[in-house]
């Protein structure tokens, strides 16, 4: 057996109860399995870590970057110890300075944002309002302008004068315009953007993940918060990995706990609790209020479970 299928078979069975495996998925002609070979691995505990992350049901791109992170992480504790997992900021080569180092670092939100209802239009906005909810999404999907437009101007409104935080999804150009408290934006939606104009407009900016990848990748733009997810199975979405689920939720939050953290996908009344154990500070529904018999009673309940 060659050293990296042995190492590699050392930390898979270290690691198989750890709750941070998926199924591997079902490979064909048109999606075929990904190559972890010697072309791009600089040493054998990178091939091997991204050899077992391949088998532990990771994304080839999530796949790449925990070998690397075994590779720092074998040279930098100075040994191969396969019980470890890279979990702190250097294994995977985050900036290494801090926020208020960072001149493009976007502007600070709370670290705790709280419960964090992401609604379909201003209405529920206001309503999110009146329930007190600490922090509020308008998630309005449309093509056209002027009702956009219309919609984030209300749910600004909505929000003056009260405690609530509120983040506008998309369309930054119009959240910038009317002077929202933040932008949250996928990673298809960070090439479209302007991220230096809504730096320099001092909006918060809060960025999607869904695995170790793009938290990399996030880390670069230093946002003010890190969203994770789909921790669970959605059906609002159609997400591009498959659910996370608590085990790597609680590495992942562990990996990024310098920042304000948002669990998202999935996430109930009676799992809220699991998840705010992960340590993030903020758990993002959609459908555990919208979808309630009184969502403002969801509102306290959900904060209720989320502390207790
Ligand atoms: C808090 C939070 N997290 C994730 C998302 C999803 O954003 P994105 O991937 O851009 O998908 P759309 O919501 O735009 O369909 C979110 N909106 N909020
Ligand atoms: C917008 C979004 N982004 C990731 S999951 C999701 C939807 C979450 O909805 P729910 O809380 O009802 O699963
Ligand atoms: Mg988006």
Redesign the pocket.
Known sequence: MSLVRDLADQIISAHRNDDLCLPIPQYSISSPPPRIDNEFATDHYELAGALAAIEMGFIESDARTIGKAWSRMTIQDGGFNPFKWPSRPEHFDLLPWTRNMNPKAFKECPKRLGL?G?MPDADWVKRMVEAEIPTV?L?F?SEDRFKIRKQIKEAVKATEGSKTLLFI??YWEEAIDAEAYGV??????IEGADLEQIRAAGLRL?L?THGYAEMVYADRFCPSYI?M?AVFPTNL?KMPTAPQGLGRLYQYAKLMSHYPL?A?GGIDQDSIHAVAKSGVGSI?VVRAITQAKDPKAAVKHLQDLMRA
């Open positions: 964090y992401v999404q998630r999907k999804n998309d949250h934006l996928g990673q298809e939606d809060g999607s969203a997810g979405k948002v998202i993002a």
